[in-house]
Every structure is written in structure tokens, then in C-alpha cells.
């Protein structure tokens, strides 16, 4: 934005209130899978209530929740949903507060005379209705990609310093596109058909939209009802099958120019290279590239924006992809139809550059040298403007106050389930990638046991290619166990999910050892039962016979549990001595266990 625009800006919204953004009355980002709503990229996200949007669709922007907000503002508070924004302000950048409240599509809320609290219609919506995607972004989640929910659900999460694509309950019970009762869907629907005039901008995003049924709804009302106000976009990974793209294109053509404004493209590629097929695991550059072309020619009135979330798998492929990008902006029918936008990543912090200033900074100048090079000074020079630069630059966040062995050993770790999850041999990755998987295998190795977190060390033994260095962390883990430093529930529940991944056996006699933690022991051991019972099931007699004359302390009634839902085969191979052995014995759990042999 330029100098006076700023200046125009800020005038505009300290005239209504110290803290206001027309954001809040003006957009709203609906994930309707999660039944969530955000009212800016930047704004934490707000739980829609299900049954009041059924009885009053309007609820969808319109509850206490934002009615408070919005009051807030007006009275000149800073909201804390908006901490992002102050941060920038206290720090004298200009923040999305400007931007957003700046754009076409906020300035019919800049008059206070048209500021309620309540009955306010955005006029930019973004929505998306499902997770379904093919891809499997090594930085999105469950419930923005069913194929990510899918692996997780499978595997559970990547065991990582920070565990990542985690698929808890509540996401589990995804509204999925498929469902014709997707009660947030249905909803938006009868939304959409009062307000749609209202809407400036449209932008449908997911998952993959393209594969969604709901967009091909919205296209064929869309044949025969007019928005002609409203920038109708579309994010798309550009990864479906060409024929997919085809009856995309097919069924848009056949609505009449005159019912929208406008037709936008978003799409998102971090590098142009293996890396940046890995990073967006799933994505093929050849058939984006032509994908692309595709919508370039058949949309020559369209704009296309690229999103490049700049992250340490594709960052040494980034160079190549402003090239590709260049490209594009050759092929351009009008001066800025194409355009890239770099963003840094936050989480998972193991894929932010933050802390690969030593690995890429090489990269880095190369990059900025090549935008430098090719900035285009004057109207009939296509090339990169300003703009793209600056976010470039704001996206490379070095921070040399990060340590990054935690980010080397995450991306040792990660590679490693990675492996086992897609069979990608760990010699098959980018060079740059390859290097800094050695080093995090390295660094675990050789580092000491109180130089990594305990956290870490339960997510790292598995695949530690040392056994006798396993050995001295699982004994260094147990005691922290056993003195209550670790919590043992935290200890076992990345056992049981590393149950489905690689896990060390060792681990059950190991935790047998002690009662606090044989209970912990026990549920590995009925998880593994359950996986292979012929394997394991005589472990688990031998540990119910050995530990009988504990059944007196708490966990008893659990490991009884187990043998209920195991069938009992070897206890009744072994009934007599296990009977003769309980006979003399008087604890309740005992009794129980007692009479469940006999009866058995
Ligand atoms: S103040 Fe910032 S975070 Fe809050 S709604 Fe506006 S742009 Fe979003």
C-alpha cells in the first residue's frame, strides 16, 4: 500500500474507533467441516452453534460471540482474538487491520452510520465444506486434508518434539462433503440463497474444491441466478486429473459472463522440484504446470495468485519456482494476472526457515537476487513487483535465537515415519534434506542424555539405530517414570501410538518391573495381543502369572479387563496352577480373577 494510501487509511479507521477493523463486519472464513469460522486469516477460529444456524441461518456472522466483539471495537478496546495485529502495531508496522479494512470489499463499512452490531452481511466470504483432498501437505492437518485423516487415523500422529497432525475425537467426526446432512452445509446454503447479493467476493477453498460436489452445485445454480457484483474465486491445488479440470471448465463456460464480476484463481506451490513435490506430498509439477496453462487459456480475464508457503522441505527448490513463476507472467494476457505471495510457516515449527539460516541462507540471496534482478521498473516490463519481494523477504524469517538442533532431530524424526508411512526410502530425498536427516540421526546419537528433552526421547528411541544407546534411554525414561519427573500416561501414549509404527518390544518387561508403571506395561502388551495374537498372547499369560501376587494394587481391575476381552484360551491351558496360586490369595481383584478362570 502506498504511503498516503496508509495514511488514509489510518485516519479513516481512528475516526471510528482507536482499535477498529472493518473486517469484522466485512469477512468471514467459514470451515464448515469443523463447523468453525474465522473472521480473518489472522483471528482465532469461533465454534458455529449447529442448531442455531438451522433455526436462524444469519447466525453464521451474526451471534454474541461477534456481537461483543464488534462492540468492543466500536468502544476503542483492543479484542484479544486481534493479538496478532496489535503485536504488528506496537512494533510500528502497519498490520492486516490496514489492509483488510483498506480493501474494495471493507469500504462500505468505513461510514460509522453503517456499523451494527448485529444483521451485519459480510461482503467477503471464503468458505469450504470439506476436507476431501488428494494431497498430503507435509504442514496442513486432518481436517483440512481427508487423506492426511486418513493416515493419521491409521498411524496417529507423527511423534515429533511437537507432535503433528494429531486426529482427535472431535475431528474424527468430520462433516464430510459426501454427507447430504452436513447440518453446517445445508445451513450455509439457505445463508447463501438470502445474502448472496450482497457479496462482493466468493471464495471457495477446502480440501480440494475441485473434487467437491458442492461446488458443482454452486455452479449449476450459478448457471441460472446472477451475482453480478461478486469476484467469485477458486482455490484449487491444481493436482486433479485433467478430465476433472475439463467438466470444471466445461460446467463454469456455461454460465453467462453476466452473472459475475469476475473469475479468480488461487493455487499454492512452494518450489518447483522434488522438494516441493514432497512438501506437498501427492503433487505432480507436470500436471500443475499444465493445469495451469489450461485455466490461463480457457480464463484469459482471470487473475492467478500463487501462494508459496516457504518452508524447509521445498526452500532449496524456491529459486527454480520464481523462474517458473516468470514464466507464467510471459504467458500473461494482462500486466499483473500472475502474481506469487510467500508466507512464512508457524506451525509445525520443525518446517519453518526460522532456524535454517545456516543451511539456506545460500538460497536466500539467491532468491532475492533473482526478484531483484528481474523487478519490473515500468509498465510494459513484465516481471516481479514490489509487493511479491516484500513478502518474499518477510517470509524468510531467520531467527538466529532459535537452537536448531530441535528442528534437525523434528526433521530426522519425521522422515523416518515418513518412511514407513509412504515408502519413501530416506536415500531418495533432496540432497539438502538428505543432509540434514543425517545430521539430526547424528546428533541423537552422539548427544547426552540430559541434553534432549524427555519428550523427545520417548519419541526418538524408536528409531535410534543403536540398541545399546536404546537400551540406556529406555532405563533413563523408566526412572523418570518411576519418580513421577515424567508423567507415565504421557510416556504411554506415544508407546501406544508408536504400537502401529516401531515400537521396542523391550519397553514391556522393562515397564513390568515396577508397579507404577505396570499397568502401562500391560496395556502395550494387550495393544500388541490385539495386533498379533498368536505372538503375543503367552507374553501376556506369562506377565498375568507373574504379577498375580500383585493383583492386590490399583491397576488390577484393568489387566482383569484385558483378559476379559482376550479370549482366555492359554489361562484355561494353565487353570490349575493359576487356580492354586489364587486359592491362598483374599484381595477382592484376586477373588475376581479367581472366579473369572474358574467359570472360564
Ligand atoms: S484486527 Fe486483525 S486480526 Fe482482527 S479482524 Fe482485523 S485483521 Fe483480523
Not at 471495537?73 to 502497519?94: P, Q, R, T
Not at 513435490?277 to 505432480?284: D, T
Not at 476381552?565 to 484355561?572: A, E, F, G, Q, V
Request: glycine content about 4%; overall charge neutral; charged content about 30%.
Amino acid at each position: 500500500m502506498s504511503e498516503s494510501k496508509n495514511k488514509s487509511i489510518s485516519e479513516k479507521l481512528e475516526k471510528i474507533a482507536p482499535s477498529f477493523c472493518a473486517a469484522k463486519w466485512s469477512q468471514v472464513l467459514l470451515n464448515l467441516q469443523v463447523g468453525e469460522r474465522h473472521n480473518c486469516c489472522l483471528a482465532p477460529s469461533q465454534k458455529i452453534d449447529a442448531q442455531l444456524i438451522q433455526q436462524n441461518p444469519q447466525a453464521f456472522f451474526n451471534d454474541s460471540t461477534l456481537k461483543e466483539e464488534r462492540e468492543a471495537m466500536l468502544k476503542g478496546e483492543k479484542i484479544s482474538a486481534c493479538h496478532v495485529c496489535w503485536k504488528a502495531e506496537e512494533s510500528g508496522h502497519l498490520s492486516d487491520r490496514h489492509h483488510k479494512s483498506a480493501a474494495t470489499w471493507s469500504s462500505k463499512f468505513l461510514e460509522k452510520e453503517n456499523l451494527k452490531t448485529e444483521g451485519v452481511i459480510p461482503s467477503y466470504v471464503e468458505v469450504s465444506f470439506g476436507n476431501k483432498c488428494q494431497l498430503m501437505c507435509t504442514y496442513c492437518n486432518p481436517h483440512n486434508s481427508s487423506s492426511l485423516a486418513k493416515e493419521s487415523k491409521k498411524y496417529g500422529p507423527y511423534l515429533l518434539s511437537q507432535d503433528h497432525n494429531w486426529l482427535d475425537k472431535e475431528n474424527e467426526e468430520l462433516f464430510l462433503d459426501e454427507n447430504e446432512n452436513h447440518p453446517y452445509a445445508t445451513a450455509f446454503w439457505n445463508w447463501f440463497i438470502q445474502n448472496n447479493k450482497n457479496f462482493e467476493v466468493l471464495r471457495f477453498t477446502g480440501g480440494e474444491p475441485l473434487i467437491s460436489k458442492w461446488i458443482h452445485r454452486f455452479l449449476d445454480w450459478l448457471k441460472d441466478n446472477s451475482m453480478e457484483h461478486a469476484e467469485i474465486g477458486f482455490n484449487s491445488n491444481l493436482a486433479v486429473p485433467v478430465e476433472l479440470l475439463d467438466s470444471f471448465i466445461s460446467k463454469l463456460k456455461k454460465i453467462p459472463t453476466s452473472h459475475y464480476k469476475k473469475i479468480n484463481f488461487y493455487t499454492s506451490v512452494d518450489g518447483w522440484g522434488k522438494g516441493a513435490e514432497l512438501a506437498r506430498y501427492g503433487l505432480k509439477l507436470d500436471l500443475f504446470e499444465k493445469n495451469f496453462n489450461r485455466l490461463m487459456t480457457e480464463f484469459p480475464a482471470s487473475t492467478f495468485r500463487i501462494t508459496s508457503t516457504l518452508n524447509v522441505i521445498a526452500f532449496p527448490d524456491t529459486l527454480e519456482l520464481f523462474k517458473k513463476v516468470l514464466e507464467f507472467k510471459n504467458k500473461s494476457n494482462f500486466k499483473d494476472q500472475v502474481a506469487i505471495v510467500c508466507y512464512p510457516i508457524h506451525y509445525p515449527r520443525f518446517l519453518s526457515l526460522n532456524w535454517t539460516k545456516d543451511f539456506y541462507k545460500k538460497h536466500f540471496e539467491e532468491i532475492l537476487h533473482f526478484i531483484e534482478k528481474n523487478i519490473n521498473e515500468d509498465e510494459h516490463q513484465i516481471g516481479f513487483y514490489e509487493f511479491e519481494r516484500d513478502f518474499f523477504k518477510k517470509a524468510v524469517n531467520f531467527d538466529d535465537t532459535i537452537n536448531p538442533q530441535e528442528g534437525i532431530i523434528d526433521i530426522f524424526l519425521y522422515f523416518s515415519q515418513f518412511k514407513m508411512r509412504k515408502g519413501i526410502e530416506l536415500i531418495d530425498l533432496p540432497i539438502e534434506i538428505k543432509s540434514i536427516v543425517k545430521l539430526g540421526q547424528e546428533r541423537l546419537l552422539q548427544a547426552k542424555i540430559e541434553d534432549i528433552s524427555i519428550n523427545t526421547w520417548v519419541r526418538a528411541e524408536p528409531w535410534i539405530s543403536d540398541e545399546s544407546k536404546r537400551k540406556l534411554i529406555r532405563e533413563y525414561i523408566l526412572s523418570k517414570l518411576v519418580s513421577g519427573e515424567h508423567n507415565i500416561w504421557d510416556a504411554l501414549k506415544v508407546l501406544l501410538i508408536s504400537v502401529n509404527q516401531q515400537f521396542s518390544y523391550e519397553w514391556i518387561p522393562l515397564l513390568m518391573t515396577h508397579y507404577k508403571t505396570r499397568l502401562g506395561a500391560f496395556e502395550l502388551l494387550y495393544r500388541k495381543c490385539i495386533e498379533n495374537k498368536d505372538k503375543y498372547q503367552l507374553d501376556m499369560r506369562h506377565y498375568v502369572i507373574e504379577h498375580i501376587n500383585h493383583f492386590d494394587d490399583y491397576n488390577a481391575k484393568e489387566i482383569i479387563q484385558y483378559c476379559r476381552k482376550l479370549d482366555l484360551k492359554w489361562i484355561r491351558e494353565d487353570k490349575e496352577n493359576i487356580l492354586a496360586k489364587l486359592e491362598e490369595l483374599k484381595h477382592p481383584h484376586q477373588i475376581e480373577l479367581f472366579h473369572l478362570i474358574k467359570s472360564s
